[in-house]
């Protein structure tokens, strides 16, 4: 693609507010040509706010919304060079799968519609299905009609509204690599609204996870999950261990510092927060990074790992892995992911452990924040909003 701004998606200072209420605070946001871009969050967090602000299903309170060089604040939805797909499918129950999506070919005035319908439902896999009604499909099938649909009349953008939020797990996972399979080919800029961090996670080229109606932290799914910027981030995609300590030291490019009795370290570029000697930093670290160590076999550990000592409170195995609950010192409530390849047989409940792992696995946070931000505990304590 030589054009590289024909399809971007640009929000400049974007916002919405109800009244006193401020869904969306303002934003500047730029969803390159091409990509799936996925915009995740909890309930409330105005994700589906700027999603319909891009569609032209809501005005902007300020800013503005350009696809491409072209300022499509004003327009009206049926103006836009976009098309949005819903959880609800929103087929036409009276009409076959043929009919459901050159509806809107039909609707344009265009007279032959055989050939691209054909393609469209070669491009979802449902060449066989063409001439069924939506009630004789299961729901994934139902979905990739819907996205046909959406295709044919060839947007620059596709939006999609928590498309999957209906279909049952193991159909969800299919349909998470279904999409990402129609994006890769037909390559339309894909933007997707989820609550789901396994679906964002999965499918997107980058993610912006939102939070009370701003960004908290834009990037690539890897980005995110290995060094997030806030609690909030770090707990929202996937568990995060978090030890606050003190800063003992700078030593090169590491950050030593203190949690009871234990000193640990972390790469000083994988910290936002304040290093200055006698600061509190959040050190984070991931379950499935930690190997757990029988306290008799301490001596194993090779020197220059961070270690923590504590006793097992829980163990749930859960078939690929055993994920394990300590209580420590310094950290209550501790999660350990271990593979299932050679299990001891002594790690039960009431063992004594260590704990430990690579320093250049941990990341640092500002020891302001809450450690429950982007919890469940978090989320359950928040009125919710409609976002």
């Known amino acids: 693609m030589t054009d590289t701004t024909r399809g971007d998606v640009r929000l400049s200072g974007i916002s919405k507010t109800y009244g006193s209420f401020t869904a969306v605070h303002p934003l500047d946001l730029t969803v390159p040509q091409g990509s799936f871009f996925a915009l995740l969050g909890a309930s409330g967090c105005g994700k589906t706010t700027t999603l319909r602000m891009i569609a032209g299903l809501e005005d902007p309170s300020s800013g503005t919304v350009h696809l491409g060089d072209q300022d499509v604040t004003s327009l009206p939805p049926y103006k836009r060079p976009v098309n949005t797909v819903f959880q609800s499918y929103a087929l036409f129950p009276h009409l076959d799968i043929f009919e459901n999506i050159a509806f809107g070919l039909r609707r344009r005035g265009v007279k032959s519609v055989k050939k691209q319908v054909g393609e469209m439902l070669d491009l979802v896999q449902l060449g066989d299905h063409a001439r069924k009604k939506p009630h004789q499909l299961s729901g994934g099938q139902q979905q990739r009609v819907a996205v046909a649909r959406a295709l044919i009349n060839h947007p620059k953008v596709l939006l999609l509204d928590e498309p999957l939020g209906a279909l049952d797990l193991k159909l969800r996972r299919q349909m998470q690599l279904e999409l990402k399979r129609i994006q890769t080919e037909v390559g339309i800029t894909f933007v997707h609204v989820t609550h789901d961090q396994e679906e964002a996670m999965t499918m997107a080229d980058q993610v912006a996870v939102m939070n009370a109606g701003r960004v908290e932290q834009l990037g690539s799914p890897a980005d995110l999950y290995e060094n997030p910027h806030s609690t909030f981030v770090a707990n929202f995609l996937g568990t995060s261990n978090l030890i606050t300590t003190e800063v003992a030291a700078m030593d090169g490019d590491r950050l030593v510092v203190k949690a009871g009795d234990a000193k640990l370290s972390l790469p000083t570029a994988r910290t936002s927060a304040d290093t200055r000697t006698g600061g509190k930093v959040l050190l984070g670290i991931r379950p ?58 002594r790690l039960t409940p009431g063992a004594e452990v260590v704990l430990h792992w690579n320093p250049e696995h941990s990341f640092g946070l500002d020891a302001a924040q809450s450690l429950l931000a982007g919890t469940a505990e978090a989320a359950g304590t928040e009125d919710e909003v409609t976002a």
Not at 299 to 313: D, L, M, S, Y
């Open 288 to 345: 499935e990074k930690i190997a757990l160590t029988h306290a008799d076999e301490a001596g194993t550990i090779p020197e220059g790992r961070n270690r923590i000592t504590g006793k097992i409170a829980q163990s749930s195995f859960i078939g690929v892995s055993t994920q394990y609950v300590i209580d420590s010192p310094v950290c209550d409530a501790f999660e350990v992911y271990a593979q299932n390849v050679e299990r001891d047989g």
